[in-house]
């Protein structure tokens, strides 16, 4: 296959997405793979799911295996830390000289608003963890949360899960009693973790903890909140919303004011699983953004954000690639103000 081929990768704590894109722009191949998040994983064994990845994906488009990849753009969970996505570029090309050319590492919430094809706006991340970014015009940034489960992770599967779970545990307890009927939550909880009991639970907190397992868990209250209207489920989503509102509001202080005086109002990029529960957030979210925003537009990717990946990698080399970002975005949610 002539003329350069850069590839971009979407590395999330569940899965990945990667894409191959020729120099006019064509998207060549699609693929899912494993989680790449370096700190759950290490960086060893990231790349190697990162080499995998690449040798699969010029195999299934019918590349030569000798043909060496022009650009590579990384845009993963956990790569926040720059001096440390620097180290982790020379690795990976010292590694694979034979495979890759050049390689960009960026966060996870980098790759949406390059995907989008916008001039800035917040990209807001729910979905196994969670995180914000604010990118401006002018090139300046800030950012609310992706602290991991331990120190963050508010409004995301795993915060939901962990939070529903909490719920029952403090409610049986008599520590702090639920306000709503706990039944239902503790059903789900039970028959996700497959155990008989709450002591059950715990080797799954513990001995063998693992992030996107207990994360699942999110998707079933999900389903109980829509179909059964289940209170306690409902709440937790409530909450949730509430929190994602939250993280856009700390970040006004920071926004550009040409972002604020689009026609659209300020853009914000939804990624993530629990965006489509939208309908469960939506209360949440507008409560906590009321009186701080006239007007924001909540749009989500109809493509991976991979394609941003690409774009940061090939830009890396000094390419611009031709994205057509017109069917990339579509519209969830528009909020204006009542004033």
């Known amino acids: 296959m002539n003329g350069r081929i850069f590839c971009g990768v979407e590395g999330g704590a569940s899965v990945s997405q990667m894409v191959l894109v020729s120099e006019k722009g064509d998207i060549l191949l699609k693929l899912t793979g494993p989680a790449c998040n370096y700190l759950l994983s290490g960086i060893e064994e990231c790349q190697m799911r990162l080499a995998d990845m690449i040798e699969k994906a010029k195999e299934d488009a019918g590349i030569k295996r000798e043909k060496v990849l022009d650009g590579l753009g990384l845009c993963m969970s956990g790569c926040e830390e720059e001096d440390a996505n620097r180290e982790f570029e020379r690795i990976f090309v010292r590694k694979h000289p034979d495979m890759i050319k050049s390689c ?27 995180n ?14 992706g602290w991991g489960h331990l120190l963050g ?59 996107t397992s ?54 914000v990029i939804c990624v993530g699983s629990v965006f489509k529960s939208w309908c469960l957030l939506e209360k949440g979210f507008v409560e906590a953004i009321q009186g701080h925003y006239e007007k924001c537009t909540l749009m989500t990717l109809t493509c991976s954000s991979a394609v941003g990946a690409a774009y940061l990698g090939a830009k890396a080399t000094n390419f611009e690639l031709p994205i057509d970002y017109t069917k990339n975005t ?7 103000s009542c004033k």
């Open 330 to 336: 579509s519209i969830l949610f528009t909020y204006k």
């Open 132 to 145: 914000s970014l604010l990118l401006n015009p002018d090139g300046t940034s800030a950012r609310c949360g």
């Open 214 to 267: 207990f994360a699942g868990l999110c998707a079933k209250l999900a389903e109980a909140a829509k179909t059964e209207k289940d209170p306690l489920c409902c709440h937790l989503f409530y909450e949730a919303g509430k929190v994602l509102g939250q993280m856009v509001v700390a970040l006004k202080p920071k926004v550009h004011k040409d972002l604020l005086e689009l026609e659209t109002g300020l853009p």
């Open 153 to 211: 992770d508010e409004a995301s599967a795993m915060w939901i899960s962990q939070k529903a779970v909490k719920t029952v545990f403090d409610d049986e307890d008599n520590l702090v009693k639920c306000p709503y009927d706990t039944s239902k939550v503790k059903e789900l909880m039970l028959q996700h973790f497959k155990v008989v009991d709450k002591f059950g639970i715990l080797e799954h907190c513990y001995t063998n903890f693992n992030k």
């Open 104 to 130: 960009h590492v960026a966060s996870d919430t980098v790759g949406p608003v390059y995907t989008a094809g916008l001039k800035g706006g917040i990209v807001l991340i729910a979905g196994t963890g969670s």
